[in-house]
């Protein structure tokens, strides 16, 4: 789960992570309300969106005035914002953060994250902050430090001051980034985090260093379990389909095709993708139904693929273990016929009981297709979405 920046930055003043004055708006007169607040010269201007890479497509602007202020906020509010890390249609911009104008000296980066391979949390720095970098960790590896955490020890004040030395800190700024570090460590824990970034890390002109920009993303198997962080939760920064299929315990991911997919199992759905592929096809989604399949899940299994109107055929490749292939046949065949679908089945089952199940798919007069092979019904889907 994704939060907001302004968001992120009040977990951080929780911790005693130092950001930016500023506060959130709704509405062009509040952020102008705000700059007056919080004085100075100069302000920026944020849009508040769940992607990255804000500041290279206009949605991260500086303020000069009130007069700025107010128009920046409406050329950004109700608008939607493009970046790399969005889908082509980009995400509504509903709320904006608007901050106090800092004089930057320096443009560090500092995250923490969990490593699987090493098994450990770490935390990755680098000299090396702002826009670019991943390009810089593609490039320049080397300018990229990376501090793992064991967990029964915790972190260790001498792991801080290696960062710190590594960044170029000095004096009263190795004991500011040891307390970040701290506090960094302490909100990952607390609230089930996988990922929390600061980028950049900026050294003011005075020497401060402040948590310019902020994410943090969360365990979504943990959120049920932190009220306040659930609250936090913004649904018109996600998919609807996908916010739909939560509620029904699947699995849904939008993708850019016209063959829907319903598979049960992560791996299994992977595959299945990879080989509409590989036949020529581009599936339209990834939908994991789970392994307790029932009638009601696969009803709306069919209306969340049925909702993309670039669906031309679905593919339907379900493993009968859990649930017998009979069992989830009858799922089908009431979930078809209790919301009308038209387009092409085609249905690959396997499994305990694949026979009654196939014989239930057989000769019913509806567009169902079975198939015994997957490779087969790859192809099938294929070319029926093709002929539609």
């Known amino acids: 789960m994704n ?24 509405t062009s007169e509040r952020a102008k309300a705000i700059a007056e607040e919080l004085g100075g010269e100069g302000w920026v201007v944020k849009a508040q969106v769940h992607a990255g890479g804000r500041g290279k497509v206009g949605g991260v602007k500086v303020a000069n005035n009130l007069t700025e202020v107010v128009e920046i906020s409406e050329s950004l509010l109700g608008k939607r914002l493009v970046t790399i890390q969005t889908v082509s249609a980009g995400l509504p911009i509903n709320s904006l953060l608007i901050e106090k104008l800092y004089p930057i000296k320096r443009e560090l980066y500092l995250s923490i994250l969990v490593d699987r391979a090493s098994e450990r949390i770490i935390f990755i720095a680098s000299v090396a902050g702002g826009m670019d970098i991943e390009t810089i960790a593609h490039e ?41 570090m701290q506090g960094m460590y302490e909100l990952f824990l607390d609230k089930d985090a996988s990922q929390i970034e600061i980028n950049p890390l900026i050294e003011t002109e005075s020497g401060d260093l402040l948590a310019l920009d902020a994410k943090i993303n969360f365990d979504d198997n943990a959120v049920a379990i932190h009220s306040d962080i659930l609250a936090m939760k913004d649904p018109t920064q996600e998919d609807d389909k996908e916010n739909y299929a939560q509620q029904y315990g699947l699995n849904y991911i939008t993708l850019e095709g016209n063959i829907g997919c319903m598979v049960n199992g992560a791996g299994l759905a992977m595959a299945t993708m990879d080989l509409v592929k590989l036949k020529g096809g581009l599936p339209a989604n990834f939908l994991d139904v789970g392994g307790g399949t029932n009638v009601e899940k696969v ?18 490749n379900i493993f ?28 690959r089952l396997e499994g305990t009981n694949v026979e009654q199940g196939r014989a239930l798919l057989s000769n019913t007069g509806l567009n169902i297709y079975p198939a015994d092979d997957l490779a087969h019904a790859a192809e099938q889907v294929v070319a029926l979405a093709e002929a539609v």
Do not use: W
């Not at 939060?3 to 709704?26: C, S």
């Open 299 to 316: 009803c709306e299994a069919f209306k969340l693929i049925l909702s993309d109107k670039s669906v031309k055929a679905v593919l339907v």
């Open 140 to 180: 320049s590896p080397e300018k990229i430090i990376s501090v793992p955490v064991h967990p029964s020890a915790g972190l260790q004040s001498y792991q801080c001051r290696k960062v710190a030395y590594t960044l170029g800190l000095k004096g009263t700024q190795i004991k500011a980034l040891t307390k970040i």
């Open 320 to 347: 009968g273990g859990i649930v017998q292939c009979d069992v989830i046949a009858a799922g089908i065949l009431a979930a078809i016929e209790q919301i009308h679908v038209t387009i092409p089945v085609v249905v």
């Open 3 to 26: 939060i907001h920046e302004y968001q992120a930055k009040q977990l951080f003043q929780n911790y005693a992570i130092p950001v930016p004055q500023g506060m959130h708006a709704n």
